[in-house]
């Protein structure tokens, strides 16, 4: 069995909104969160993409953040679907 494998969605732009939300929390929470990313990777069978990240402040769910995360997805199938499809860039920001 394969692991699991969890990556970044990343924007037409180039930006990395989850990496981006992490990168702005503090040092303990930012380590905790990558930590529980490390054992996804670690569980099971296919590809994980992580989408959208926000502070949940409430027992619901805003509307808004969903419709973020549907719309980054559709964004993600799309251009996966794309043919020709051009292959993934280089992981990190100094990536061409």
Do not use: C
């Amino acid at each position: 069995m394969s692991p699991l494998q969890a990556v970044y969605y990343r924007a037409p732009d180039g930006n990395e909104p989850v990496r981006e939300f992490l990168e702005s929390l503090d040092k303990k929470r930012r380590v905790s969160l990558r930590n529980q990313i490390a054992r996804v990777n670690l569980r099971s069978e296919g590809l994980i993409v992580l989408l959208h990240a926000f502070r949940k402040t409430t027992a619901k769910l805003p509307a808004s953040e969903v419709d973020t995360a549907k719309a980054r997805w559709q964004d993600f199938q799309t251009r996966m679907n794309r043919k020709p499809r051009r292959p993934p860039r280089a992981a990190g920001h100094d990536a061409p």
